[in-house]
């Protein structure tokens, strides 16, 4: 059984940063893509970042420049750091691993 836990996330004034872990079980993170999506109140999923299996990234416009996706592969986990938070980074972000999701984590950025 495959089973994918975030953590890391909290209250941060905007300009603080933040890391995100996905800890993964029954599955290797390596094994193929791992995704990081966010969901804002009243808004859709949007994905945040991607590690691929080979460890090519990919970020989404809002958070270029100012985050990593990263993976431990002895730990099984993978990070996502974001740096420079602003009020609309704002959401409960959630990893996604195949057809797996885990339960989430809240990041809320404010003053």
């Known amino acids: 059984q495959v089973q994918l836990v975030e953590s890391g996330g909290g209250l941060v004034q905007p300009g603080g940063s933040l890391r995100l872990s996905c800890a993964a079980s029954?599955?290797?993170?390596?094994?193929?893509?791992v995704q990081w999506y966010r969901q804002a109140p009243g808004k859709g999923r949007e994905l945040v970042a991607v590690?691929?299996?080979?460890?090519?990234?990919i970020y989404g416009d809002f958070v270029k420049g100012r985050s990593t996706i990263s993976r431990d592969n002895a730990t099984n986990k993978v990070h996502l750091q974001i740096n420079n938070l602003k009020p609309e980074d704002t959401a409960i972000y959630y990893c996604?691993?195949?057809?797996?999701w885990g339960q989430g984590t809240q990041i809320t950025v404010s003053s």
């Open positions: 996604k691993h195949n057809k797996y």
């Open positions: 029954g599955r290797a993170v390596s094994s193929e893509n």
């Open positions: 590690i691929g299996h080979l460890g090519t990234t």
